[in-house]
């Protein structure tokens, strides 16, 4: 078992940048594939980025150039760096786990989530 927990959502103004953090616990979790996704009301929850377990990492195409992920070298907390934030970035943001290898950009393909972590941006 896998428990998630994100943090570093806030509001911020149009232009400005946020860290969430998805911190991990359970077992063999530096094997595991993860996913950032969002969801804004009335929407289907959108893939944001990707990091597999050996460091490969991979971005939505609405947010490359301004968002990054990455994952801290004991493999216990990925990272979602975004900069140059917009109104259109306004949701919650959860992070996801697969095992190893079985990264993909669709949300049903994960095992553990968040809770989420809200972010919004005013204009």
């Known amino acids: 078992q896998v428990r998630l927990v994100e943090s570093g959502g806030g509001l911020v103004q149009a232009g400005g940048s946020l860290k969430l953090s998805c911190a991990a616990s359970g077992r063999t979790f530096s094997t595991y594939d993860m996913g950032w996704f969002r969801q804004a009301p009335g929407k289907e929850r959108e893939y944001v980025a990707g990091i597999k377990w050996s460091g490969i990492t991979y971005l939505g195409d609405s947010v490359k150039g301004r968002f990054t992920i990455s994952r801290d070298s004991a493999k216990v907390t990925v990272y979602l760096q975004m900069n140059n934030l917009n109104p259109e970035d306004t949701a919650v943001y959860y992070c996801?786990?697969?095992?190893?290898?079985?990264?993909?950009?669709?949300?049903?393909?994960?095992?553990?989530w968040g809770q989420g972590t809200q972010v919004t941006v005013s204009s």
């Open positions: 996801a786990a697969t095992r190893a290898d079985n990264y993909s950009r669709a949300p049903n393909n994960y095992d553990f």
